[in-house]
């Protein structure tokens, strides 16, 4: 059985539970890292060096750390021929996207946006970057928009890993108190993934634990 370590709230570790739950995969996850700790102990240190979550093990292989790795893995191994592709050129083209959307969206969002609003005291706060790191994001954003106003997803009209990378962000982009511009196609596309029970059920809950105040 696939083995998970990593908390619920964190967004990394949402990314791998929403594709562990699309596939249907029997799994037991172990809360680890932020207040849960475990991260810190030699145990976990053999399973990632890096001590940070998502970390899986599944039998035959050695433990898997980063998310799109582990994507990647499970979408090969376990996921559809739509999910991740086993054409070339259309998994290219996913992979493609997905690490788009890793780097110039999830990653440009959860530190200089999610942290500095929600994992940083208010009166530590600095508006002014904040707002900086919002248009950097907007400037990536836009080209999402773009994308899902011509395809039904981010890397065509089915459903892909791809997605996840990027949806994964959307539901604390969309819930936080921030400015933004209006995105009438990424706010459609916002709806579609709202529509899978596997979003709702690993990516829509509460970060109330992550506050400070």
Do not use: C
Not at 2 to 18: D, E, H, P
């Amino acid at each position: 059985m696939l083995r998970i370590w990593g908390r619920k709230t964190s967004s990394n570790v949402q990314a791998v539970m929403w594709a562990v739950a699309e596939l249907g995969m029997e799994h037991t996850r172990h809360d680890a890292g932020h207040i849960y700790g475990v991260v810190d102990t030699d145990a976990f240190y053999a399973l990632n060096p890096n001590r940070t979550v998502p970390v899986i093990e599944d039998d035959g292989i050695a433990p898997l750390w980063e998310t799109g790795v582990i994507l990647r893995y499970l979408g090969h191994k376990y996921g559809s021929d739509v999910l991740w592709p086993s054409d070339l050129a259309a998994r290219t083209g996913v992979d493609k996207w997905a690490e788009w959307a890793k780097l110039n969206i999830a990653q440009a969002f959860t530190v200089p946006v999610f942290w500095q609003v929600v994992r940083t005291a208010p009166k530590d706060q600095d508006p002014a970057a904040i707002a900086r790191a919002l248009d950097g994001l907007s400037v990536k954003l836009a080209i999402a928009e773009e994308q899902v106003s011509k395809h039904a997803y981010l890397a065509g009209d089915q459903f892909s890993l791809a997605d996840i990378q990027l949806g994964h962000v959307l539901y604390r982009y969309f819930d936080i108190d921030i400015a933004r511009p209006e995105w009438p196609a990424l706010e459609a596309y916002y709806a579609r993934l709202k529509t899978r029970a596997a979003y709702r059920n690993t990516v829509m809950i509460s970060y109330e634990e992550l506050r400070v105040l």
